[in-house]
């Protein structure tokens, strides 16, 4: 008996020549495979084998799959098939996000499941018998398959690995690392990730079958190649990190490592300051403050207290740093506690006045008012001071800078962006994008051009300051890490395995009515020094009875590009409300002429 392996961009298909006319797939992308098994011949797919939620490979599930498929997922991530919509509807995995396991790249809607499995799981199929193995690291419950036919050994690996030395993407592997979540675990998952592939090794198959990337006939040297590729770009990340001054025992192995920029020590903090929580205060001549977030009634109660001890007359300015409930969540009642202008930078603003539409780490419900959208570097005079503001996409993309200058000192206060140990960028999430002139590396052109006398975290007591060589060792590792990372990705930029967000929706989530025209913009950013083409189309529920024609567009390098849908709603409300009123609307999207599957996805609220 003959095995065929047939790999058709992500579903990995195995048919027996015996019985040319039955499938097994490992994985089912966006079920594009249906015009091959046509032609193939393949009347019935007997089961589909999937090693983890991810939506990307999964979505194909609901046309390809008869009442005969049998549907075999991770026991560990069952209900992210079966019951997805206990997900979709929990706010907890929409507001304050410092953990992001699951992923939520999973299907729209539930299906109905034959059977989770797991490690010691064994069957046959036709002369195929097959092996269940536990996986984590691309997912906490991915699992992979060893199939065994004709005295071949076959791995389906997942997205364990892509290529040897290279991985599908990074920020899947954002995980608590010796912290309570996921927010500061930067690469977190690599040692499970690493232990799973070496299990996988130790199996000896014939080669590794990813579900994104190529057959990998040598596992074993691909393995040790993306070992030392992954040590290689965590060793680059801890060198300049922030996080070396919060949590010290996290990287107590790489103390006194050759090529890591010593921690800076701290300096006195003017007199006219006050530090609360994550809220720095200035206090002016004539005793008028200025307020910087308010990310807690504690906090806004400490500011009133300030105020009733005689520390300042009246509050009569606020600036907001960035999006992070840490900073924003009480900022509603302290606009109500202290009715003064308050400030943020365009791109801060557009988060924090309309949260939902933005799905984001740390983000806070709380709608917050802005009567001053600043451009970057647009300057004004507060009592004694002049303030200039900034765009500053350091801790992450929506994050403002802003220096003060006054008393014979230039204050630079960076909202959560440095420490005195360097750049805090250990959450993919928000976006710290790789690259000469953007993300940190425009932040540190900044810093070397003002030369503040002082640097302010809100999150760290005393002030501190880089001198021109410790700015110029973090962008030289900036610029070492942009080479290294986009090795490890197949992609032709390091930022498509960094930033989740390179794909978006906008706005993210949007109540909808009954026949109205919903409009939904997909965004992307392209990473790339080449011209690239992308297309989407939302994927409405089947019930709806309309498809969206797909919409393609040319975005120049280093550009972002958008494409604007407009979608009219069926009339029948109750038509439109399954058991659900938060409609997942996947998007599908092919770029560079790769098809990504369901790679992204907006909300629709239903509202009567
Ligand atoms: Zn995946
Ligand atoms: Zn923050």
Same mark, same amino acid.
């Given at each position: 008996?003959?095995?065929?392996?047939?790999?058709?961009?992500?579903?990995?298909?195995?048919?027996?020549?015996?019985?040319?006319?039955?499938?097994?797939?490992?994985?089912?992308?966006?079920?594009?495979?249906?015009?091959?098994?046509?032609?193939?011949?393949?009347?019935?797919?007997?089961?589909?084998?999937?090693?983890?939620?991810?939506?990307?490979?999964?979505?194909?599930?609901?046309?390809?799959?008869?009442?005969?498929?049998?549907?075999?997922? !991770?026991?560990?991530?069952?209900?992210?098939?079966?019951?997805?919509?206990?997900?979709?509807?929990?706010?907890?995995?929409?507001?304050?996000?410092?953990?992001?396991?699951?992923?939520?790249?999973?299907?729209?809607?539930?299906?109905?499941?034959?059977?989770?499995?797991?490690?010691?799981?064994?069957?046959?199929?036709?002369?195929?018998?097959?092996?269940?193995?536990?996986?984590?690291?691309?997912?906490?419950?991915?699992?992979?398959?060893?199939?065994?036919?004709?005295?071949?050994?076959?791995?389906?690996?997942?997205?364990?690995?892509?290529?040897?030395?290279?991985?599908?993407?990074?920020?899947?592997?954002?995980?608590?690392?010796?912290?309570?979540?996921?927010?500061?675990?930067?690469?977190?998952?690599?040692?499970?990730?690493?232990?799973?592939?070496?299990? %996988?090794?130790?199996?000896?198959?014939?080669?590794?079958?990813?579900?994104?990337?190529?057959?990998?006939?040598?596992?074993?040297?691909?393995?040790?190649?993306?070992?030392?590729?992954?040590?290689?770009?965590?060793?680059?990340?801890?060198?300049?990190?922030?996080?070396?001054?919060?949590?010290?025992?996290?990287?107590?192995?790489?103390?006194?490592?050759?090529?890591?920029?010593?921690?800076?020590?701290?300096?006195?903090?003017?007199? #006219?300051?006050?530090?609360?929580?994550?809220?720095?205060?200035?206090?002016?001549?004539?005793?008028?403050?200025?307020?910087?977030?308010?990310?807690?009634?504690?906090?806004?109660?400490?500011?009133?207290?300030?105020?009733? *001890?005689?520390?300042?007359?009246?509050?009569?300015?606020?600036?907001?740093?960035?999006?992070?409930?840490?900073?924003?969540?009480?900022?509603?009642?302290?606009?109500?506690? #202290?009715?003064?202008?308050?400030?943020?930078?365009?791109?801060?603003?557009?988060?924090?006045?309309? !949260?939902?539409?933005?799905?984001?780490?740390?983000?806070?419900?709380?709608?917050?008012?802005?009567?001053?959208?600043?451009?970057?570097?647009?300057?004004?005079?507060?009592?004694? #001071?002049?303030?200039?503001?900034?765009?500053? !996409?350091?801790?992450?993309?929506?994050?403002?800078?802003?220096?003060?200058?006054?008393?014979?000192?230039?204050?630079?206060?960076?909202?959560?962006?440095?420490?005195?140990?360097?750049?805090?960028?250990?959450?993919?999430?928000?976006?710290?994008?790789?690259?000469?002139?953007?993300?940190?590396?425009?932040?540190?052109?900044?810093?070397?051009?003002?030369?503040?006398?002082?640097?302010?975290?809100?999150?760290?007591?005393?002030?501190?300051? #880089?001198?021109?060589?410790?700015?110029?060792?973090?962008?030289?590792?900036?610029?070492?890490?942009?080479?290294?990372?986009?090795?490890?990705?197949?992609?032709?930029?390091?930022?498509?395995?960094?930033?989740?967000?390179?794909?978006?929706?906008?706005?993210?989530?949007?109540?909808?009515?009954?026949?109205?025209?919903?409009?939904?913009?997909?965004?992307?950013?392209?990473?790339?020094?080449?011209?690239?083409?992308?297309?989407?189309? !939302?994927?409405?529920?089947?019930?709806?009875?309309?498809?969206?024609?797909?919409?393609?567009?040319?975005?120049?390098?280093?550009?972002?590009?958008?494409?604007?849908?407009?979608?009219?709603?069926?009339?029948?409300?109750?038509?439109?409300?399954?058991?659900?009123?938060?409609?997942?609307?996947?998007?599908?999207?092919?770029? *560079?002429?790769?098809? %990504?599957?369901?790679?992204?996805?907006?909300?629709?609220?239903?509202?009567?």
């Amino acid at each position: 008996m003959e095995l065929f392996v047939y790999r058709i961009l992500s579903p990995l298909m195995l048919h027996f020549k015996d019985f040319y006319e039955r499938a097994l797939l490992i994985d089912c992308g966006n079920g594009i495979v249906q015009a091959t098994l046509t032609t193939l011949g393949i009347t019935q797919i007997d089961m589909i084998l999937f090693t983890h939620h991810h939506r990307d490979s999964a979505s194909g599930v609901t046309m390809l799959a008869t009442a005969e498929t049998q549907l075999h997922v !991770p026991a560990m991530e069952r209900p992210w098939f079966d019951a997805v919509e206990t997900f979709w509807n929990d706010p907890k995995t929409r507001w304050h996000l410092y953990n992001v396991h699951p992923h939520n790249v999973m299907l729209a809607t539930s299906i109905s499941v034959h059977a989770g499995v797991g490690e010691g799981d064994h069957w046959q199929w036709g002369a195929a018998e097959i092996w269940v193995f536990d996986t984590p690291g691309h997912t906490d419950g991915s699992v992979a398959y060893l199939i065994a036919v004709d005295g071949q050994r076959f791995v389906f690996c997942g997205d364990t690995i892509y290529a040897p030395g290279q991985l599908w993407e990074l920020y899947s592997l954002q995980k608590q690392d010796q912290t309570s979540t996921d927010y500061h675990g930067f690469l977190g998952d690599r040692h499970r990730l690493l232990q799973s592939l070496d299990k %996988l090794v130790a199996l000896a198959p014939d080669a590794f079958i990813p579900t994104h990337g190529q057959i990998m006939h040598e596992p074993a040297t691909a393995v040790a190649a993306l070992r030392q590729q992954l040590e290689h770009c965590y060793d680059r990340y801890v060198a300049i990190s922030a996080l070396r001054h919060y949590f010290p025992w996290m990287f107590t192995a790489f103390a006194n490592r050759p090529g890591h920029m010593p921690i800076g020590p701290g300096k006195p903090v003017p007199d #006219f300051l006050r530090h609360i929580g994550t809220t720095w205060l200035i206090i002016a001549d004539n005793q008028e403050a200025f307020v910087m977030d308010c990310g807690s009634p504690a906090i806004l109660r400490a500011i009133q207290q300030l105020q009733t *001890d005689g520390e300042f007359s009246a509050v009569t300015a606020c600036w907001v740093t960035h999006y992070h409930d840490d900073h924003v969540d009480a900022m509603p009642d302290f606009q109500v506690a #202290f009715p003064c202008p308050t400030y943020a930078d365009a791109i801060v603003a557009a988060v924090i006045e309309d !949260p939902r539409a933005f799905r984001l780490p740390c983000i806070s419900p709380a709608v917050v008012r802005i009567d001053q959208r600043t451009a970057d570097r647009e300057s004004w005079q507060w009592n004694e #001071f002049r303030l200039t503001a900034y765009t500053f !996409p350091g801790q992450t993309y929506y994050h403002g800078g802003l220096l003060v200058e006054g008393h014979n000192l230039r204050l630079f206060f960076a909202g959560d962006s440095f420490t005195m140990a360097g750049i805090d960028d250990y959450c993919m999430g928000n976006r710290n994008l790789l690259g000469a002139g953007v993300g940190y590396d425009h932040c540190l052109a900044l810093m070397a051009e003002l030369q503040p006398t002082h640097i302010f975290n809100c999150h760290v007591e005393s002030a501190f300051a #880089f001198t021109g060589d410790e700015i110029a060792f973090m962008r030289t590792n900036l610029a070492e890490r942009e080479k290294l990372y986009t090795d490890l990705v197949p992609w032709d930029h390091a930022n498509y395995g960094l930033d989740e967000h390179w794909v978006r929706c906008y706005p993210y989530e949007q109540d909808v009515v009954a026949g109205q025209t919903v409009h939904l913009r997909v965004e992307f950013t392209n990473h790339s020094t080449l011209t690239k083409i992308a297309s989407c189309r !939302p994927i409405l529920p089947q019930a709806w009875g309309r498809d969206v024609p797909e919409q393609e567009i040319t975005i120049p390098p280093k550009q972002d590009g958008r494409i604007d849908f407009a979608i009219s709603m069926p009339d029948v409300v109750n038509k439109l409300c399954g058991q659900s009123h938060r409609v997942v609307i996947p998007i599908e999207v092919t770029y *560079d002429g790769n098809v %990504l599957g369901q790679f992204r996805e907006g909300i629709f609220v239903l509202t009567a």
